[in-house]
């Protein structure tokens, strides 16, 4: 477990930064700083783009020839956990994790600013590890806005290991159906305790 975090963490995150940071040029001039509604919006866009890119990534690692040789690595914590955030082989956190987390500052090339795009990575890494935390905590600013994801909707993905592939949000998950058994679930307790 150690192992897995100090690779994916410590060394392949540090690398796949480095060579994006590279090959794009993302402004760091205190100049060039964004206006708070211009901040907003690009890191909007990356959580959109990362949800989109997270949603597919994450349906194509659930067919039988990646399951079994790449995701089922990550599946085996039953229970999400604090640590199953990034316990997960070296190819899915790359293609399943970095890629989607960097695509809208890919879509938006030049235009975003690194500022905005530390930004979004630190709350996508909060929000990562509050999902993959086994609690729901009212006061997450993660569930400010509509549609999102929570501890209990992962929770259920990784106990079933079927639909609720979305990471931030439930909208692919509606739009493509993969979260009925969820729901079907949900409603059941819910006529249960009543």
Do not use: M
């Not at 100090?6 to 060394?11: P, Q, V, Y």
């Not at 956990?81 to 956190?93: G, L, P, Q, S």
């Not at 259920?156 to 729901?183: A, E, P, Q, R």
């Amino acid at each position: 477990l150690i192992f897995v975090h100090f690779l994916n963490n410590l060394i392949l995150f540090p690398l796949f930064h480095f060579a994006f940071s590279f090959s794009r040029s993302i402004s760091t001039s205190p100049e060039e700083l964004p206006s708070f509604f211009t901040f907003v919006f690009h890191i909007l866009i990356c959580v959109f783009a990362e949800d989109f890119t997270f949603y597919w990534g994450h349906r194509l690692l659930h067919t039988p020839l990646f399951y079994q040789k790449i995701h089922k690595h990550h599946h085996s914590q039953y229970n999400v956990t604090y640590f199953a955030h990034a316990y997960a082989h070296w190819a899915e956190f790359v293609f399943g994790n970095l890629v989607p987390l960097y695509f809208g500052a890919f879509v938006l090339g030049k235009q975003i600013h690194a500022i905005s795009f530390l930004a979004f990575i630190v709350y996508r890494a909060i929000e990562t590890s509050e999902t993959h935390s086994g609690y729901e905590f009212p006061w997450s600013i993660f569930q400010a806005l509509p549609y999102t994801t929570d501890s209990s909707y992962h929770n259920h993905h990784h106990l079933i290991n079927i639909g609720n592939y979305g990471s931030f949000s439930v909208i692919w998950d509606n739009l493509f159906k993969t979260n009925l058994d969820y729901f079907g679930e949900f409603n059941k307790q819910a006529k249960k305790s009543k």
